[in-house]
């Protein structure tokens, strides 16, 4: 019923139901009108209600002043953020115009680098020029060192022009080349002798091997005709030739009588070898059968008979065999002679020798070895000084030469020089201004050197720049990773504040008794 009048119960049961004996309660005591009063307004409600709004608009404040606390450590938070964020950009520009100027120091350096090497590769081959020229200045001094003990030397010097020097060098010049084919002439012929010499010795020598060789085999010849003689001299006794047993050497026709007659010996002892040979036979074969008929007839003869029959027999027969044997050895003999007499026929020899000796009479008489050994030793002689004052001359045209190819090599390492020093001298005025603006004058000397340091410096505050422009990259990243990390937390309170604002419970007292309270 309450709901249906849209009051409360207190106002039910004291205002609209009231009893009539109650009615009166309005002048009871102060402590139960209050009470009632209290009843039919719910005060009690109420009040719970504006301790617990204060309780929380205690809280809400104090919460709004942590909230504005932390507001403004997040503002200050952010005007870092935004100060930083200005560095930031601050430095990311000045990393540009680092860059830049790097890039453009790097773009200005690629072609002082190349000049650089075109200098440097100048400075060496001036360096080189300088040694080479030292060199030859050493040896044009060791040269005039030689003119002067060359001049100190010479008997007579000639007080003449370079241009009349260089005619008599040149008339020297075709002399000695004159002096070089009459020399060259008389070596040819020299050689021709020498060779005919040679020709001439190796015929002698020749002949003289043959003079040799014909000597021994008449050597050998002679000996063999005493062995012949000797032999012939030992036949004859031994077979009693009297024809010749008075001679001591032997002709050959006396050698082919005596040979003649051996033959004739022999062929008579061997017809009375063959001869006595069949009587032997014959008296064998009658003695064998005799020998026969008497073991047939009995063995009364006696023993002894029959041993000196067959000794006799033996010794017939022992000295048949040594008589074959003496007149084999005499055939061997009288063949081993024939052959030799007639492989070495004297006559032809004896021609021959005669023939080598008028040869080497004949070519001895053509040719003095006397003459021609003196003719060559005077010829090498000449050929000896010729060939020393062909060195002399040579020498000095040597010499002469190596002092025109000096000085010519000194002028033209004088004209290199100056031409690499005019070279290093525009070079030098054309790059001024860069040498000026990066050593800040413009050397004389060791250019090489100052611009390595340079280059050196450069490079070190190129690796300057690059370690502050990391670290600051380094601290741009540390500051973006800051700066995120913060606006996570100031999204998160706001999200925390605007929900706690969000959650505040709804009152039903009108704002103006809130107030008035």
């Known amino acids: 019923m309450s709901t249906y009048f849209g009051v409360s119960k207190a106002i039910l049961n004291n205002v609209i139901f009231c009893h009539q004996e109650e009615s009166n309660w309005p002048l009871d005591e102060g402590k139960k009108v209050k009470e009632k009063f209290d009843a039919i307004f719910s005060a009690t409600q109420y009040i719970k209600a504006l301790d617990a709004i204060k309780k929380h608009r205690k809280d809400m404040m104090s919460n709004v002043k942590n909230m504005n606390v932390h507001l403004g450590l997040l503002r200050q938070l952010k005007e870092e953020v935004k100060r930083k964020q200005t560095d930031l950009e601050n430095s990311e520009k000045q990393q540009a115009s680092l860059k830049e100027e790097v890039q453009q120091i790097a773009d200005e350096l690629v072609p002082l680098y190349k000049r650089l090497k ?117 036949l004859v006794q031994e077979f009693s030739l009297s024809e010749f047993r008075n001679v001591s050497e032997f002709c050959e026709q006396k050698a082919e009588a005596v040979l003649s007659q051996l033959l004739q010996h022999v062929e008579r002892q061997r017809a009375n070898i063959l001869t006595k040979k069949k009587e032997f036979e014959e008296n064998e074969a009658k003695l064998q059968m005799e020998i026969d008929n008497l073991r047939q007839v009995g063995r009364g003869l006696c023993w002894s008979e029959e041993a000196a029959l067959q000794y006799k027999i033996k010794s017939k027969g022992t000295e048949l065999n040594e008589l074959n044997q003496k007149i084999r050895e005499k055939k061997q003999k ?184």
């Open 118 to 234: 075109e200098i440097a590769k100048m400075e060496d081959d001036l360096l080189a020029i300088k040694e080479e020229l030292a060199g030859k200045n050493h040896q044009l001094k060791s040269l005039r060192q030689i003119q002067e003990e060359l001049r100190a030397s010479l008997t007579e010097q000639l007080n003449c022009s370079d241009r009349e020097l260089y005619n008599m060098i040149a008339d020297f010049k075709e002399n000695l080349e004159k002096a070089e084919a009459q020399q060259q002439k008389l070596v040819s012929e020299g050689r021709e002798i020498d060779q005919e010499m040679q020709e001439r010795q190796h015929e002698s020598a020749r002949a003289q091997r043959r003079q040799g060789e014909l000597e021994a085999a008449h050597s050998a010849h002679k000996m063999e005709l005493a062995l012949r003689n000797t032999t012939m001299a030992d």
């Open 334 to 517: 009288l063949m081993r002679t024939e052959s030799e007499l007639s492989y070495t026929n004297l006559d032809t020899i004896k021609e021959e020798l005669a023939q080598v000796e008028e040869k080497i009479q004949t070519e001895e008489a053509l040719v003095s070895t006397k003459v021609m050994v003196e003719e060559i030793d005077e010829e090498k002689r000449k050929r000896r000084e010729l060939q020393g004052d062909l060195d002399e001359a040579k020498r000095l045209v040597s010499k002469m030469t190596r002092q025109a190819e000096d000085r010519s090599q000194l002028d033209i390492h004088t004209k290199d020089r100056k031409d690499l020093e005019n070279k290093i001298e525009f070079l030098k005025r054309k790059h001024a201004d860069e040498f000026e603006h990066l050593l800040g004058e413009m050397p004389q000397d060791n250019i090489k050197n100052k611009m390595d340091t340079c280059m050196h410096s450069l490079r070190k505050s190129v690796a300057e720049n690059q370690e502050s422009l990391s670290s600051l990259n380094k601290r741009k990243a540390q500051l973006d990773t800051t700066i995120k990390s913060l606006k996570v937390q100031a999204e998160r309170k706001e999200k925390e504040i605007n929900g706690e604002f969000v959650h505040i419970p709804e009152c039903s007292v009108p704002l103006g008794s809130l107030r008035k309270h």
